[in-house]
């Protein structure tokens, strides 16, 4: 019976694992087309507000994710902070692209 009862267990931790990270990878998906929208009218600052929000909810969401997903999610944070060091020093371009990468990523990491 404690066989049985310890592997329904360990099945349901690996299910629901997605499902905690699930509403933290849509939050960072929001901010990141957000700051997507930004780098598009070169308004620099408040991508970096988005890539912000985009990353602390990324990192959120890596706590929990596992395989493939997890890859994508701490890639998509990496870029994210790239885009927002480019932010700051108003390189737009660079971190509207490094943006559109963590976008990239997040997509991938939902699938």
Do not use: R, Y
């Not at 049985?4 to 699930?22: H, M, P, R």
């Not at 998906?29 to 990353?55: P, Q, S």
């Amino acid at each position: 019976m404690k066989k049985t009862s310890g592997i329904i267990l360990g099945l349901l931790v690996t299910a629901s694992a997605g499902v905690f990270a699930e509403p933290s990878l849509d939050e960072a998906l929001k901010h990141a087309e957000a700051a997507l929208a930004e780098g598009h009218k070169n308004n620099a600052a408040k991508l970096a507000v988005h890539a912000k929000g985009a990353l602390d909810s990324a990192l959120t969401a890596s706590i929990v994710a596992k395989s493939i997903s997890k890859n994508h999610i701490n890639a998509a944070s990496e870029v994210l902070q790239k885009a927002i060091d480019d932010a700051s020093l108003n390189q737009d371009a660079a971190a509207t692209k490094a943006v559109e990468e963590a976008v990239a990523h997040l997509k991938q990491a939902k699938k």
